[in-house]
C-alpha cells in the first residue's frame, strides 16, 4: 500500500508539472469552468519530524499565501463556498470563484490560517465536527500518528489474533499506519477508534487530550466568528464514514451536527461537508440526506472545477485538496485549469 501511494502522489505531480509546462495556455480552456473550491485541514510551520503519516493533511502558512496569490493571478473571485449556488445560479454573473474550505476546525485555522486570509480579504468555511469541539470524539488518525511515534513496537489485534507490530524504521511505523487506517475502515468505526484509544491510553496517550490541544473549542470559535471573513459548516458529531451508518445515524449525524454549530456560532450552518468525502465514503443516499435535513449546499473532496451543473445537486459540489505533499504555486495553477480533472 505504501508504494502505491507513492505512486499515486508521483503521478498527480507528474500531471501538475507537465500542466504547468503549458503555461497561460493552460488557464485559457473551457476546462476551468467556473473556478474552484480548495479544501485544508492544517495549517501550521513546517514539521520536522521523518515520520508524519498525516503529511498530506497539512500546508504551511508561506504556501496558503501562494495559494491565494496563485488564485488571485488567475482572476478568480475568491468567496464564501456557502455563497457559490446563488452566485453560479445568476446568467448575468460570468465571473470564476475560488472558495478556501478547512476542515475539522484545528486551532492552526485561527493562528495561522485566519490573518493570512485577512491580509487578502479572502472568506473562508471551516467545518466542524461537534464531537472534536465538545471534546468527546478523537481523531484517530492524529492519535494514530502519535502513538507510532512514542514507541519501537505495539501489541495489537488487528482481527486475526494479538500480535507484536514492530516500529523501529520509518517504513515499519508507515505500514503499521496503513494498518490501523484499513482497521478503522473495515470494522465498525466507533469500535475501532475506541480500541486505538485503548491501545493509546495504554502507551500513555490521551486521545481527547490530544484532540483538545489541536482543534478549537466553543470561546475560541466565538471568537473567531467575530471576523467578518469566516463562515462555520457542519462537519458530523462523530467524524464517522457516513455510507457505512444506517438511516437513523445518518440523519443524526447531519441535524445534530447542524444544531451544535447554530450553538456555537449563533447562526445554523448553510453548508456541510462530508467525512473524508470519497466516493466510498459519500453517494446518493448522503446527498439526500443533508438537502432533507435543510441544508443547501455540501462538498466532498472528490476533485473537480465548478460548474453550473453542480446547481442540479447542490448537496454533491467537488472540492480539490491543497495537499501538504505538492506545496508549489505552480501545482496550484495547474489545479486552477482544471485540466487534471478532465481525466478524473
Same mark, same amino acid.
Given at each position: 500500500m505504501i508504494g502505491l501511494k507513492?505512486?499515486?502522489?508521483?503521478? %498527480?505531480?507528474?500531471?501538475?508539472?507537465?500542466? !504547468?509546462?503549458?503555461?497561460?495556455?493552460?488557464?485559457?480552456?473551457? &476546462?476551468?469552468?467556473?473556478? %474552484?473550491?480548495f479544501t485544508l485541514h492544517h495549517v501550521r510551520p513546517e514539521n520536522e519530524d521523518p515520520f508524519q503519516p498525516n503529511r498530506i493533511l497539512s500546508v504551511t502558512p508561506q504556501f496558503l499565501e501562494e495559494a491565494i496569490k496563485a488564485s488571485l493571478e488567475c482572476g478568480l473571485t475568491p468567496v464564501a463556498a456557502e455563497d457559490?449556488?446563488?452566485? @453560479? !445560479?445568476?446568467?448575468?454573473?460570468?465571473?470564476?470563484?475560488?472558495?478556501?474550505?478547512?476542515?475539522?476546525g484545528y486551532r492552526n485555522n485561527a493562528e495561522f490560517a485566519a490573518p493570512i486570509f485577512r491580509k487578502y480579504n479572502v472568506p473562508y468555511t471551516i467545518f466542524l465536527t461537534s464531537g472534536f469541539v465538545e471534546r468527546t470524539r478523537s481523531l484517530w488518525w492524529e492519535t494514530t500518528e502519535v502513538l507510532l511515534n512514542k514507541t519501537d513496537q505495539l501489541i495489537f489485534d488487528f482481527g486475526k489474533g494479538v500480535e507484536t507490530i514492530?516500529?523501529?524504521?520509518?517504513?515499519?511505523?508507515?505500514?503499521?499506519?496503513?494498518?490501523?487506517?484499513?482497521?478503522?475502515?473495515?470494522?465498525?468505526?466507533?469500535?475501532?477508534?475506541? /480500541? %486505538?484509544?485503548? @491501545?493509546?491510553?495504554?502507551?500513555?496517550?490521551?486521545?481527547?487530550?490530544?484532540?483538545?490541544?489541536?482543534?478549537m473549542d466553543r470561546d475560541e470559535l466565538k471568537e473567531l466568528a467575530k471576523d467578518p471573513l469566516a463562515n462555520f459548516g457542519a462537519h458530523t458529531v462523530s467524524h464517522r464514514n457516513?455510507?457505512?451508518?444506517?438511516?437513523?445515524?445518518?440523519?443524526? /449525524?447531519?441535524?445534530?451536527? &447542524? &444544531?451544535?454549530?447554530?450553538?456555537? %456560532?449563533?447562526?445554523?450552518?448553510?453548508?456541510?461537508?462530508?467525512?473524508?468525502?470519497?466516493?466510498?465514503?459519500?453517494?446518493?443516499?448522503?446527498?439526500?440526506?443533508?438537502?432533507?435535513?435543510?441544508?443547501?449546499?455540501?462538498?466532498?473532496?472528490?476533485?473537480?472545477i465548478l460548474k453550473v451543473e453542480n446547481l442540479k445537486n447542490p448537496t454533491a459540489f467537488n472540492r480539490v485538496s491543497l495537499n501538504g505533499a505538492s506545496q508549489k504555486p505552480r501545482y496550484v495553477k495547474?489545479?486552477?485549469?482544471?485540466?487534471?480533472?478532465?481525466f478524473v
Amino acid at each position: 500500500m505504501i508504494g502505491l501511494k507513492r505512486l499515486k502522489y508521483a503521478l %498527480i505531480r507528474a500531471g501538475f508539472e507537465g500542466i !504547468s509546462l503549458l503555461g497561460s495556455l493552460a488557464l485559457s480552456t473551457k &476546462a476551468r469552468g467556473r473556478g %474552484i473550491i480548495f479544501t485544508l485541514h492544517h495549517v501550521r510551520p513546517e514539521n520536522e519530524d521523518p515520520f508524519q503519516p498525516n503529511r498530506i493533511l497539512s500546508v504551511t502558512p508561506q504556501f496558503l499565501e501562494e495559494a491565494i496569490k496563485a488564485s488571485l493571478e488567475c482572476g478568480l473571485t475568491p468567496v464564501a463556498a456557502e455563497d457559490l449556488p446563488g452566485l @453560479l !445560479s445568476d446568467p448575468s454573473d460570468g465571473r470564476r470563484f475560488v472558495s478556501f474550505t478547512l476542515d475539522d476546525g484545528y486551532r492552526n485555522n485561527a493562528e495561522f490560517a485566519a490573518p493570512i486570509f485577512r491580509k487578502y480579504n479572502v472568506p473562508y468555511t471551516i467545518f466542524l465536527t461537534s464531537g472534536f469541539v465538545e471534546r468527546t470524539r478523537s481523531l484517530w488518525w492524529e492519535t494514530t500518528e502519535v502513538l507510532l511515534n512514542k514507541t519501537d513496537q505495539l501489541i495489537f489485534d488487528f482481527g486475526k489474533g494479538v500480535e507484536t507490530i514492530p516500529l523501529q524504521t520509518k517504513r515499519q511505523k508507515l505500514m503499521a499506519f496503513d494498518r490501523f487506517t484499513v482497521f478503522v475502515g473495515t470494522n465498525e468505526e466507533s469500535a475501532a477508534v475506541a /480500541e %486505538i484509544d485503548t @491501545l493509546a491510553r495504554t502507551n500513555g496517550i490521551d486521545p481527547l487530550a490530544l484532540t483538545a490541544e489541536l482543534t478549537m473549542d466553543r470561546d475560541e470559535l466565538k471568537e473567531l466568528a467575530k471576523d467578518p471573513l469566516a463562515n462555520f459548516g457542519a462537519h458530523t458529531v462523530s467524524h464517522r464514514n457516513m455510507r457505512r451508518l444506517n438511516d437513523q445515524d445518518l440523519r443524526t /449525524e447531519i441535524v445534530e451536527s &447542524a &444544531a451544535a454549530v447554530e450553538r456555537f %456560532i449563533g447562526k445554523p450552518p448553510r453548508i456541510f461537508a462530508y467525512p473524508y468525502g470519497f466516493k466510498a465514503a459519500v453517494g446518493e443516499r448522503e446527498f439526500k440526506a443533508v438537502a432533507d435535513a435543510g441544508i443547501p449546499m455540501a462538498v466532498t473532496t472528490q476533485p473537480g472545477i465548478l460548474k453550473v451543473e453542480n446547481l442540479k445537486n447542490p448537496t454533491a459540489f467537488n472540492r480539490v485538496s491543497l495537499n501538504g505533499a505538492s506545496q508549489k504555486p505552480r501545482y496550484v495553477k495547474a489545479m486552477i485549469s482544471g485540466l487534471a480533472f478532465k481525466f478524473v
